[in-house]
């Protein structure tokens, strides 16, 4: 199910708290789900250190925001600024789908401009983020099926992006 959250930045909070709010939900989210670990949400997104938050102050999460995909959850982040900031209802509550995640959840970052070479990095080292675009709508259990392979194909880019 396709779900939307707003998070208020600056001038509501910083662009390292609101950062933090983004991963709790994202965490708080997930590991609702047993086969989910706890803990692991937020150890996976340490890739985006200081990534997040320059993401959020430079305004890149503002339009297409970030996209968290996983059999039936499909939910768009957005962090706003200025007065949309000031303007904004947050929900803070774990999104609703979560509870059923599975361990092949991914973080769909886009790619700012700048940053590029960054966030391309940061999503490298981490299986559960993607600068690709997301899909347009939830994955479902059969179409996870249908799409999985014996090929590993993040284990073929990673072996060419080596070489």
């Known amino acids: 199910m396709e779900r ?23 965490a708080t989210t997930l590991e609702r789900s047993p086969n989910v670990a706890a803990g692991s949400v937020e150890r996976e ?7 997040g938050p320059a993401l959020i102050a430079g305004g890149h999460l503002e339009s297409d925001g970030l996209v968290l995909c996983d059999v039936g959850l499909h939910l768009t982040i957005r962090v706003v600024t200025a ?6 209802k947050e ?18 970052v886009p790619l700012p401009g700048a940053l590029d070479n960054s966030v391309s990095s940061a999503a490298k080292r981490s299986a559960h983020l993607s600068v690709d ?3 347009k709508t939830a994955p479902t259990a059969k ?21």
Do not use: F
Request: glycine share 6%; charged share 20%.
């Open 4 to 26: 939307q959250r707003t998070i208020a930045a600056s001038p509501v909070r910083s662009a390292a708290e609101a950062w933090n709010v983004v991963t709790t939900l994202i």
């Open 45 to 51: 997104l340490t890739a985006l250190e200081g990534l």
């Open 83 to 88: 007065d949309a900031a000031l303007a904004v």
């Open 91 to 108: 929900n803070l509550n774990p999104v609703p789908g979560g509870g059923s995640a599975t361990p092949a959840w991914v973080l769909h």
């Open 133 to 135: 675009a997301p899909p």
């Open 143 to 163: 179409t996870e099926r249908a799409s999985r392979s014996a090929i590993d194909m993040d284990a073929l880019r990673r072996l060419r992006m080596k070489s």
